[in-house]
């Protein structure tokens, strides 16, 4: 790793993944007006741990975790199922996906003030600057629309807000996992162990006739939730964890606001505005800042 940048593969991997997460929101948000909330979020994290177990048999080393190991993949697992997709998607049912958008960029702050506290990073003028540069720019974006369009219902955003507590205790915590065993491992480990917390209500809260009821947006909506978000995004995520500091990683959550106006101006035809060349402009300098040493 240079003294200034990342590595170009965990540069791609951080790219790629934040182009997945623009369409997530979308995604998200069409498929919970056919289709419940909670059967979402289950069926997602079902369809993505099915998925996980056929790449985890053809890797090539241990398929289980160590037995010491696995009080932590639970909990874990917790975290990054059904606590952090079943809050973010209930709370985007109840929300807007520009609310998701700002509250995820709070990502970055709240994974480098626990890896400050917890002794794993050093503070830094540059990163605490560049952090906070990225954030303001996530606000410009938001906020340049009008302040009317930016507030909305609060009881979805105490749910998006849960979420984004957990992904940043799931960020910060994860990365001694996924330097030891991968990223497709501890992504795939903690979505088998979160859909072990799913399957007792499985029967219960999955509502098939609601699936199948559903238009054919629905399905492709659960699909690139599934493979793309569940499992593509996460493995990205964590792989760019395990080459780097977890504040570095995090700080690239403030990009996908700025992706998701361009998806959904691409695929929705919304207007941009603005608001978006002066928040692109402060958050990948922001990123910049924080990507120093």
Same mark, same amino acid.
């Given at each position: 790793m240079t003294k200034r940048g990342l590595p170009l593969p965990v540069l791609l991997a951080l790219l790629g993944q934040t182009a997945i997460s623009a369409g997530t929101h979308l995604a998200a948000r069409r498929a919970t007006q056919d289709v419940d909330a909670v059967s979402l979020v289950t069926m997602r994290i079902l369809l993505s741990a099915a998925g996980y177990v056929g790449v985890l048999l053809a890797l090539r080393g241990p398929f289980l975790p160590p037995r010491k190991t696995w009080g932590w993949w639970l909990l874990f697992g917790l975290l990054a199922g059904p606590v952090n997709q079943g809050f973010f998607i209930y709370g985007l049912s109840q929300s807007k996906a520009?609310? #998701?958008?700002?509250? /995820?960029?709070?990502? %970055?702050?709240?994974? /480098?003030?626990? !890896?400050? #506290?917890?002794?794993? @990073?050093? %503070?830094?003028?540059?990163r605490i600057a560049g952090i906070g540069l990225a954030f303001t720019g996530v606000l410009v974006l938001l906020l340049g629309r009008g302040l009317a369009d930016a507030l909305g219902p609060l009881v979805g955003d105490l749910f998006i807000l849960g979420a984004v507590v #957990?992904?940043? =205790?799931?960020? $910060? @915590? !994860?990365?001694?996992k996924a330097q030891e065993f991968g990223g497709l491992r501890t992504a795939g480990w903690s979505l088998i162990a979160g859909a072990l917390w799913c399957l007792p209500a499985a029967p =219960?809260?999955?509502?098939?006739?609601?699936?199948?009821?559903? %238009? $054919?947006?629905?399905?492709?909506?659960?699909? /690139?939730?599934?493979?793309?978000? +569940?499992?593509? !995004?996460y493995a990205l995520?964590? /792989?760019?964890? +395990?080459?780097? @500091?977890? +504040?570095? *990683?995090?700080? =690239?959550?403030?990009?996908? %606001?700025?992706?998701?106006?361009?998806? $959904?101006?691409?695929?929705?035809?919304?207007?941009?505005?603005? @608001?978006?060349?002066? +928040? $692109? *402009?402060?958050?990948?300098?922001? *990123?910049?800042?924080?990507?120093?040493?």
């Open positions: 520009s609310h #998701a958008g700002l509250l /995820y960029g709070l990502t %970055p702050v709240g994974v /480098y003030l626990l !890896s400050v #506290a917890r002794g794993k @990073e050093r %503070p830094t003028a540059s #957990a992904w940043v =205790f799931w960020t $910060a @915590e !994860s990365r001694d =219960f809260v999955v509502k098939l006739d609601a699936f199948l009821a559903a %238009p $054919a947006i629905a399905w492709w909506c659960l699909a /690139y939730l599934v493979v793309l978000t +569940s499992m593509g !995004s995520w964590n /792989y760019a964890l +395990s080459r780097t @500091e977890a +504040s570095r *990683v995090a700080v =690239f959550a403030n990009l996908q %606001p700025i992706a998701t106006a361009l998806a $959904a101006w691409a695929l929705l035809d919304e207007k941009l505005g603005w @608001e978006l060349l002066a +928040s $692109a *402009v402060l958050v990948l300098i922001g *990123v910049r800042l924080a990507q120093r040493q």
